[in-house]
């Protein structure tokens, strides 16, 4: 069984930087993507961007790309996004998520992915 749990949001002012955290019990032994996804108050769930966690291979929605990093340390079990240059739309409840399946997948798709940790808000003030 795998738990996640996402740690380091907060305020920050726009043009701040900010890196989140996401904790995995279980070992993850085969190639899943781990994502981190954001939902903003009355909108949908949207992906931010994800890492396919053997191979290391990154994916970025458009919105972020250029400002967000992610990473993973394979041996500790964590999961960072490292955000920068933020804006007030970027405003949203974070959470990191296992996908279903290893191989081909929509990355993008929150159906692709079955265990989701609970979110840690994520505040930039103008």
């Known amino acids: 069984q795998v738990h996640l749990v996402e740690s380091g949001g907060g305020l920050v002012q726009a043009g701040g930087s900010m890196t989140l955290s996401c904790a995995i019990s279980?070992?993850?032994?085969?190639?899943?993507?781990m994502g981190w996804f954001r939902q903003a108050p009355g909108k949908d769930r949207e992906f931010v961007g994800g890492?396919?966690?053997?191979?290391?291979?990154?994916y970025y929605t458009s919105s972020v790309k250029g400002r967000f990093i992610i990473s993973r340390d394979n041996a500790e079990d964590m999961m960072w996004l490292q955000m920068a240059s933020l804006k007030p739309e970027d405003t949203a409840e974070y959470y990191c998520?296992?996908?279903?399946?290893?191989?081909?997948?929509?990355?993008?798709?929150?159906?692709?992915?079955?265990?989701w940790g609970r979110g840690t808000q994520v505040t930039v003030s103008s």
């Open positions: 998520a296992r996908s279903r399946s290893t191989g081909v997948i929509d990355v993008s798709a929150s159906q692709s992915y079955d265990v």
């Open positions: 279980g070992h993850i032994y085969v190639d899943h993507v």
């Open positions: 890492i396919r966690w053997i191979e290391g291979n990154t």
